[in-house]
């Protein structure tokens, strides 16, 4: 996912800039835009990032006070040469929110009225801030924000969970405090549900950033108070006793220093997972109600209070919203779902939608200039930005947004988050948006990308959807000087150096329009500011949909009918043009939308047919692929004329009448093409409402080297004036050959100026597999940033695209590598920066040079089967000599699993109930792992993984969490590799889909685990020039020289079984890399693959495990016990088995286990089993009643068992060393541990009983007599314990932590208990933790207590997260 907006944060396709920030947009272009750092691909690139937007701070950002004055900018041709251009007050504040370009200030200054009012627009986005400037009410006076709707699930709470209030009005809540309710609340029923969150989930990464620095701040002021009265304890005992000789001393000594420590000790560790907010949800008799408890956020005790919260409903019904605290600043709304089950709490998890919401929508009564381009417009919030992903949208969250779209009746939808496809026009959400369109006449506008200059690079859904109207991002002289501050802007528009480009990979233009990229516009009040400023298609779009709601306003307030098809048609074809060549279209659209051309069009054109002309072209005598355009990139196809099939299909809206729109629908079409001698068409087209084919030739064979665009296009006859009533794109890239040997090719003198782009096409010899490429500047003065792409395309894969930003501050030379595919044409895109060297007139010179090389081989991707055998590789250098020098390494695993318990369920809330009336379903899928150490690992999942819109699943998210619910990880398309502790997990997987039938097929769907091996554990392959070498240990193959015609093979091994790493099962497979090459000019001797030009990825498949040598089967040990005795041993054992496992619920049973006991003790008098087992099943009764008799029968039982063991000959025979091969002594040995265990035990228990008892008694104000008797008898069992075990280690040590306790020395308890924590390797134990919390509320440590109490809801929630 990306937003195509300035952000280059995890948000949605843009970022933004900090306030205080000085840095312009170039500088950060190449610092922090990661896309531009990527050196391979660019799937890797948008998984992280929003591709419709990229940030540009600069110091205008701040709050921006208004003007007082000023007027509308008037009217004029945005795109014509500005000389002397200069900028006074109004046209500044004009140039923050663009709109002059477009024709809105001339609309507007024609009909005022029609500013957007009765239009409604979905902003699907990161979400929008109610509280934002600008978007409290309309121009005339509505509510400006309907509703506002986490699409997503990542602020929902589950709420399930009822409770009664008690006699004061208090409950307690979802995280175990006691809330007290308001007493005014209506609750007809009585019943309070309860649910809590970690307020950070709802936070962006930078709001928690900045409260995590004040919270940290207040947080070491405190600690540091309580390490000074510590310190200062510690330093008046050693003042007091110079030698510490005495053991009582020492032991004082070692408490006060021990406080010391652990204080230090938190400061060093302190990680902050923020407070915990409590939510209460309940009915009033008419609607649900929500409060929430923030005292956990306010310094305050008496502020947050949940009985002081106003209650809030959902915001469609009051519009209402409220806010964390004064210290955020973060405002949220509430919605309930699922009758009462389910809080959804609505926070933004960027400002990108904000921003968006206020470049299309804002209204601003005290400075109209600053006003979004529809001021008169309500908008709803759809957040799909998921703030669990930093912003990442997901299936889940598109599929809601576009269900809350229709169920409010929205006119348009704005959609600035994007990413590269596969297959345009492919997937679940295309297929549903499209459905809107065409059956609710629902406009879909959204950005086209942000992965410019190259072209073919527009994203989905934006770029590729034929149903979508894709936006371009422009730039224009008073933006650059007003917005960006340039030092001279330039003398006209242009498109941002940035925006995607077309075509389509299918053909298809790719982006429909453009609109200005760029604005200073309202953001979230937590970010601390008004307004700032970005740019991005993320911006585009919402100018472009903003000025659409101004037709729909127009349209609707005159009664004219509203199609997505008319308004596509008018906006296109009444657009301006930038730039002046055809092929300009590829990037910036038809051009830049005009308002008020549009509006005269729709009103001329109103009784047109509503018609969507279908578009599918396939090459004559093939029936697929299908295309929506003709686009010849390869060097094949421009070697002779082709004939191509265009179907030209009309399709009307849903519910169009069969006699008066469609039986009627007749037009006579007239086909031109914009250039007859390179695409030719018939002259006329009688076309109906079943469609017509024709053919179009296309001979490219005169055209020079470079790209070239025509049109096909078709005109009624009825009405010439409306222009083309449908269009067919033709790209046509005739790429240069390669003629030198070895083969170099060279592009000098290429000269350039601000904005300016050189586009170089070649065809990639065969056999080459990497280039090696140096640019070189010269003629300049100030420093230049220049954009370099190179891309290729193959079927079925994502554009193979390589990025650079190289900045030059003086003329200067630099290199770089990177792969190609032989075979296919390579665009080379080298870009100077829109606003690189603005205010120089000295152009820049550059040298460009490409040296291909190759390694061809007869296997790329390598699997090894498993097996001994090698596999042989052929290499071979097809363009020049080249050094072979292969190396490979296996360094990831991947374990399989499949599901251990599968829920498939239909989720029951209007919000997953799709337009036609089907209910969604959810497949949860269960999967169990577990780690032997810990690691880092990442889910994989390879049907699903790294697709989001051409995808026809609608979610793929996953949680994994401990057995205590501890959740480690979340994801969804693009899995990231968390860090995890030893230990067992579990990994939920969500899948959604209307269709029963598609899931139930998941249900047994396989999932990876996969880690990084450890260095230890990586495999380096060995390569052989013969085949048996890896047996015979010789032949080993290192280097050679590849010549050219000549092919040479090698053996690449497979890796030793011995050498396999642990915890590898049977069917695992493990990862790597192999490389055959290295460039030219390092001699490194790279032990990486990754380090040279080209790598591929290897597999080994691990085989089944080596079977066993059979052991031979000793004979049974000789007993010298008869056969009576022997049966009479297992009787006893029977019966002792069958004492454990009775109950002990009832009374009764309680009654009938201590007949049995007192039976058996007669007939086994003091034997320990018997014993050590009545202790066990005492110990399992928590319910008593009377607790002290409970523990006192406890110390009785444990007595027992005591007394029943020899402790003397114990203590004698324990230190034996036994011979291992002497069985009889080896079996006395075990009885013997076994015995040494019994008795630690029950040591252990009637320590604990006696602490216990010693409590209750304090409880009840006994005499300290008594309970100074109870010492001595506990010091003594204590030490007795200490003779046989650790009693600091994790089984014993809380005896350990309760003497250290009771003898008052807390900071020594302390600090056994925290040994016990860092020993564990087990799940954390709840207990422990709450005796630390215990031990740090008697120490009087406030601020500890409130942090362990937040880490306690971390470690042990109260219930999982909802999906």
Request: aromatic letters at 8%.
């Amino acid at each position: 996912m990306v937003l195509y907006g300035t952000a280059f944060f995890k948000v949605p396709l843009c970022s933004w800039a900090s306030p205080s920030s000085s840095l312009d947009f170039d500088t950060l272009a190449s610092s922090l835009f990661p896309r531009r750092r990527k050196s391979l691909g660019s799937s890797r690139r948008f998984r992280r990032k929003r591709i419709g937007f990229r940030a540009m701070p600069c110091s205008s950002s701040d709050t921006l006070t208004a003007s007082r004055g000023g007027s509308v900018v008037g009217g004029g041709g945005e795109n014509a040469p500005l000389a002397n251009f200069r900028l006074n007050e109004s046209p500044f504040l004009a140039s923050l929110m663009p709109k002059k370009e477009i024709g809105v200030d001339r609309f507007l200054q024609a009909h005022p009225e029609y500013d957007g009012r009765g239009v409604i627009i979905a902003i699907f986005d990161s979400g929008v801030d109610p509280a934002a400037a600008g978007l409290q009410v309309t121009s005339d006076g509505k509510p400006k924000i309907l509703d506002v709707i986490d699409c997503t699930g990542s602020g929902d709470i589950d709420t399930s969970t009822v409770v009664k209030a008690d006699g004061n009005g208090r409950i307690h809540g979802a995280s175990g405090a006691l809330l007290t309710v308001n007493s005014s609340w209506k609750n007809p029923s009585g019943e309070w549900r309860v649910g809590c969150k970690l307020v950070y989930e709802l936070f962006t990464s930078d709001l928690t950033s900045r409260l995590k620095k004040e919270r940290r701040k207040k947080w070491e002021e405190k600690n540091q108070e309580e390490i000074a009265k510590a310190v200062k304890n510690l330093y008046e005992f050693d003042q007091k006793h110079s030698k510490v000789e005495d053991v009582k001393l020492k032991k004082i000594r070692e408490d006060l220093q021990s406080k010391v420590d652990f204080l230090k000790k938190q400061a060093d560790n302190y990680d902050d997972k923020g407070p915990v907010i409590d939510a209460v949800v309940w009915h009033d008799g008419e609607v649900w109600r929500v409060a929430l408890d923030t005292q956990s956020l306010e310094e305050d005790p008496n502020c947050g209070k949940l009985a002081d919260f106003t209650p809030l409903t959902n915001y469609r019904i009051e519009r209402k919203y409220g806010m964390f605290s004064r210290l955020d600043a973060c405002s949220f709304v509430a919605n309930v779902y699922d009758e009462g089950n389910t809080l959804s709490i609505v926070t933004d998890s960027s400002p990108h939608g904000t921003h968006v919401a206020g470049i299309a929508t804002a209204y601003h009564p005290e400075e109209h200039l600053l006003n979004g381009v529809a001021p008169g417009a309500q908008i709803i919030s759809c957040k799909i930005g998921d703030s669990r992903l930093g912003s990442m949208e997901t299936g889940t969250g598109l599929t809601r947004a576009l269900i809350a779209a229709l169920e409010h009746k929205c006119d348009l939808v704005n959609m600035s988050y994007g990413e590269p496809s596969l297959l345009p026009g492919y997937g679940r959400f295309v297929d549903l948006v499209t459905e809107a369109v065409n059956k609710q006449r629902l406009i879909f506008v959204s950005s086209a990308g942000n992965s410019g200059p190259a072209l073919t690079t527009v994203g989905a859904p934006g770029g590729t959807t034929s149903s979508i109207i894709g936006v371009g991002a422009y730039v224009s002289p008073a933006m650059a000087a007003g917005a960006h501050s340039v030092v001279e802007p330039p003398c006209e528009g242009l498109e941002y150096t940035w925006s995607s480009r077309g075509p389509t990979s299918d053909g298809d233009l790719g982006v429909s329009i453009s609109a200005p990229g760029g604005a200073v516009a309202p953001v979230p009040t937590w970010t601390l500011q008004r307004r700032m400023l970005m740019n991005g298609t993320s911006m585009a779009s919402p100018c472009a949909c903003g000025a659409i709601a101004l037709l729909l306003s127009a349209l609707k307030a005159q009664g004219i009918q509203v199609s997505p098809y008319s308004v596509r048609r008018a906006i296109e074809n009444s657009s301006e043009s930038v730039g002046d060549l055809p092929e300009d279209k590829l990037t910036t659209g038809q051009g830049l939308i005009q308002v008020d051309k549009a509006y005269e069009y729709l009103k001329e054109f109103q009784d047109c047919p509503s018609v969507f002309y279908q578009i599918k072209v396939n090459l004559s005598g093939k029936t697929t692929p299908t295309a929506r355009g003709v686009y010849l990139r390869e060097a094949t196809d421009c070697r002779q004329s082709t004939e191509w099939t265009v179907q030209v299909e009309p399709k009307f809206h849903e519910g169009a009448s069969n006699l008066k729109d469609i039986v009627p629908f007749e037009e006579c079409i007239k086909l031109a093409s914009t250039d007859e001698g390179v695409v030719r068409v018939p002259e006329y087209l009688l076309l109906t409402h079943n469609g017509r084919s024709f053919n179009v030739v296309v001979d490219p064979t005169n055209l020079s080297n470079g790209v070239h665009y025509f049109e096909v296009y078709g005109i009624d006859c009825k009405t010439p004036e409306r222009g083309p009533v449908f269009r067919i794109p033709v790209t046509i890239i005739k790429p240069n050959m390669v003629t030198k040997q070895p083969p170099v090719i060279s592009f000098p003198q290429m000269s350039f100026i601000a904005g300016h782009i050189e586009r170089r096409y070649i065809e990639v010899p065969h056999g080459a597999t990497w280039v090696e490429a140096t640019i070189r500047t010269s003629g300049f003065d100030t420093t230049r940033r220049f954009f370099i792409d190179t891309l290729q395309l193959c079927p079925l894969q994502r554009p193979i695209k390589w990025e650079n930003v190289a900045t030059f501050s003086s003329p200067s030379a630099k290199s770089f590598s990177f792969p190609v595919v032989g075979g296919q044409t390579m665009e080379l895109a080298v870009a100077q920066f829109w606003s690189s060297g603005l205010g120089s007139h000295e152009p820049t010179i550059v040298d460009f040079e490409i040296a291909f090389h190759g390694i061809d081989v007869d296997k790329e991707e390598l699997i090894l089967d498993g097996s001994e055998a090698p596999i042989k590789i052929e290499a071979e250098a097809l363009l020049a000599s080249e050094k072979l020098v292969p190396t490979a390494v296996l360094n990831k695993i991947r374990v399989p699993y499949r599901p251990v318990d599968t829920k498939l369920k239909t989720l029951s809330t209007s919000r997953d109930r799709l337009p036609s009336g089907n209910q969604i379903l959810a497949l949860t899928l269960t999967y169990k792992f577990k780690l032997e150490d810990g690691a880092e690992v990442k889910p994989y999942v390879p049907l699903l993984n790294n697709r989001i819109y051409d995808n026809k699943f609608e979610s793929q998210f996953y949680m994994i969490s401990d057995a205590n619910k501890r959740v480690y990880a979340m994801g969804d398309v693009y899995p990231e590799a968390t860090i995890l502790p030893k230990g067992e997990y579990i990994l939920q997987l969500y899948l959604r889909h209307e269709n029963v039938q598609l899931l139930e097929k998941l249900k047994q769907l396989v999932l990876f685990i996969e880690r990084n091996l450890a260095e230890k554990e990586v495999i380096r392959l060995n390569f052989y020039s013969e085949p048996d070498g890896c047996v015979m240990g010789n032949g080993a193959f290192k280097s050679s020289v590849l010549i050219p015609g000549k092919k040479e093979a090698f053996y690449v091994s497979q890796p030793m079984t011995d050498k396999l790493p642990k915890n590898a099962p049977q069917g695992s497979v493990l990862l790597g890399d192999i490389s055959h090459g290295k460039l030219s000019f390092d001699d490194k001797e790279g032990k990486n693959p990754k380090d040279n030009p080209v790598s591929y990825q290897i597999s080994y498949v691990v085989p089944p495990n080596k079977t066993e040598e059979e052991q031979g089967k000793s004979s049974a040990p000789t007993s010298t016990k008869s056969v009576s005795e022997r049966m009479e041993e297992e009787i006893r054992d029977t019966k002792i088995k069958f004492l454990g496992s009775l109950k002990q619920g009832t009374e009764e049973e309680r009654s009938e286990w201590k007949k049995l006991c007192d039976c058996l003790k007669s007939e086994y008098p003091k034997y320990t089993p018997l014993l050590a087992k009545i202790l066990e099943g005492l110990l399992s009764r928590s319910d008593a009643e009377d607790k002290i008799n409970h523990h006192e029968k406890v110390i009785d039982a444990a007595n027992e068992v005591i007394d029943s063991i020899d402790r003397d000959e114990l203590a004698r025979f324990l230190p034996l060393n036994n011979d291992p091969d002497d069985e009889e002594a080896e079996n006395i040995k075990k009885k013997m541990e076994m015995t040494r265990d019994q008795l630690a035990e029950a040591l252990y228990q009637k320590g604990l009983a006696m602490v216990a008892i010693e409590n209750l008694k304090a409880e009840k104000e006994e005499e300290e007599e008594e309970s100074g008797g109870r010492k001595d008898l506990f010091e003594e069992n204590f030490k007795e314990l200490m003779k046989w075990v650790d009693v600091k280690s994790s089984k014993f040590g809380k005896l350990s932590v309760l003497r250290e306790k009771r003898l008052s020395r807390l900071g020594i308890a302390l600090k056994v208990l925290e040994e016990m924590i860092q020993s564990e390797n087990e799940l954390p134990k709840k207990k422990l933790y709450e005796m630390r919390l215990n031990l740090l509320e008697e120490l009087g440590w406030s601020h500890l207590v409130a942090y362990e109490r937040q880490w306690m809801l971390v470690r042990f929630p109260t219930s999982s997260p909802l999906f």
